[in-house]
């Protein structure tokens, strides 16, 4: 287990990063010094985030997500319960840096976990990052720290949360999130042009294998 220490409005919050394996040494870049590339705070089911899956049922809509909004209540059988949300990166996204990302109070989430993963949706990297603990620090669970090797991060295509416990031991609600990162999108192919470019080699063929059947 490795400990991290991060300064925030005057307060001492410690992280706890938790290794898959440790047989490799790691290079990380830290993100507590402000990014060299624009931030930008991502909404659910916008530019950046496509429509998040949920582990289990919830009540209020997608929207309902975003920072700012009422937030979302998690139907579980029992309190206990690990709730995952796992947010998509859009198609033409990419992610340069991460800032922040945190559960917003009035939530009772105390404490959850970010995994990244990539098109296959498995882990990358050799960590799993803990959020600072709401309850004994009686602040919103963040995670400012990214402890990952840069070039996994062209790799990332799901962010995935695990919600592990809660303030009062009841099912999360009023779930809200703060997602800061540096994005970078690239352009998506018009659909015009990729039909031009079918029908065009179609006749082309066609009109080679019509001149052939007439020798």
């Not at 105390?110 to 949706?121: D, E, Y």
């Not at 470019?197 to 082309?204: E, H, K, W």
Request: with cysteine; net charge positive.
């Amino acid at each position: 287990m490795i400990s991290l220490t991060v300064s925030s409005v005057g307060t001492t919050i410690p992280t706890t990063v938790t290794p898959i394996t440790s047989t490799e040494s790691t290079t990380v870049v830290s993100t507590t010094t402000k990014p060299s590339c624009e931030m930008q705070s991502a909404l659910i089911n916008d530019r950046f985030i496509s429509q998040p899956e949920f582990s289990t049922p919830i009540i209020g809509s997608i929207s309902d997500l975003n920072s700012g909004e009422k937030g979302i209540d998690f139907v579980v059988n029992t309190p206990s319960t690990v709730v995952t949300i796992i947010l998509p990166l859009k198609q033409n996204v990419k992610i340069k840096n991460f800032v922040k990302i945190q559960i917003l109070r009035p939530s009772n989430v105390n404490r959850f976990r970010l995994t990244f993963l990539n098109k296959q949706k498995q882990p990358i990297g050799q960590y799993q990052i803990l959020s600072t603990d709401s309850k004994h620090l009686l602040t919103s669970p963040t995670i400012d720290q990214f402890p990952i090797k840069t070039k996994y991060f062209s790799e990332i295509r799901f962010i995935k949360l695990e919600i592990l416990d809660t303030d009062d031991d009841q099912p999360p609600k009023h779930v809200t999130l703060l997602l800061q990162a540096c994005f970078k999108q690239t352009k998506i192919p018009q659909q015009g042009k990729w039909i031009h470019f079918f029908l065009s080699n179609y006749l082309f063929f066609s009109q080679k294998i019509a001149h052939k059947s007439m020798q």
